[in-house]
């Protein structure tokens, strides 16, 4: 039973495109994620939402938009790809107030 | 301006003998201190944290300790196992934020 899952895990895609990852968790857990690691390695928030609802929003440029129909699914639609973009981007999981995150197994996304 | 830092971006280490991974950070706010480890091509996987009223925090071969003076925190891992290679990051958060801040991480190579 996978507790995380990210789809894809490998995205290729040209500059200008639009794609979405998907995140799904089975653990009952009411605050999600998204992290970017960058080509230094270091793991960035992006977004957090807590029940469906955006509680952190750091600054990412407006081309990402996060949705979560429910408080299982948090998903990430990134408008006009740049190359800038490519990066491993990870889900994660939580129950409310507690940092003992469950991550997903991340997306690389890489845009030629 | 990275918050968490995490110097050493590699060790290597015998295994059997002691592994200690070293963290530095700035921000004084911070409360609670974590380490986490990832393998290639999964998420991160929580290990072990430490909040900042204690020094110490001991579970099986792991060990952090929490310098708040020098703003600093280390992981030993007694003995080391081959299954111990992995990438460590450490992560720090302050209150409730919800928002964990990751250092860049360092590569641990235990050799049987």
């Known amino acids: 039973d996978t507790a995380v899952s990210q789809t894809p895990k490998y995205l290729v895609t040209q500059m200008g495109n639009d794609k979405s990852i998907k995140c799904e968790q089975n653990?009952?857990?009411?605050?999600m994620y998204w992290y970017k690691q960058d080509s230094k390695k270091f793991l960035k928030i992006m977004f957090s939402?807590?029940?469906?609802?955006?509680?952190i929003n750091e600054t990412v440029p407006n081309r990402f938009s996060p949705k979560s129909p429910d408080k299982a699914h948090l998903n990430l639609h990134i408008n006009s790809l740049e190359l800038g973009d490519s990066a491993v981007y990870f889900c994660?999981?939580?129950?409310?107030?507690?940092?003992?995150?469950?991550f997903g197994s991340g997306t690389r996304l890489t845009v030629v | 301006d990275q918050q968490v830092k995490q110097n050493s971006p590699s060790l290597s280490v015998q295994e059997g003998r002691i592994s200690i991974l070293n963290c530095d950070y700035t921000?004084?706010?911070?409360?609670?201190f974590l380490w986490y480890k990832k393998y290639p091509a999964e998420g991160p996987t929580f290990l072990i944290s430490?909040?900042?009223?204690?020094d110490k925090n001991e579970d099986g071969r792991f060990t952090v300790f929490l310098n708040k003076s020098a703003k600093h925190l280390s992981l030993h891992i007694v003995p080391s196992q081959p299954g111990d290679s992995a990438v460590y990051f450490c992560?720090?958060?302050?209150?409730?934020?919800?928002?964990?801040?990751f250092g860049q991480g360092t590569t641990l190579q235990v050799k049987p």
């Open positions: 653990l009952g857990h009411d605050t």
């Open positions: 921000n004084s706010m911070f409360d609670y």
């Open positions: 939402y807590n029940n469906k609802e955006l509680i």
């Open positions: 994660a999981s939580s129950a409310t107030g507690y940092y003992g995150y469950t």
């Open positions: 430490i909040s900042s009223i204690k």
């Open positions: 992560a720090a958060a302050s209150g409730n934020t919800g928002k964990l801040i």
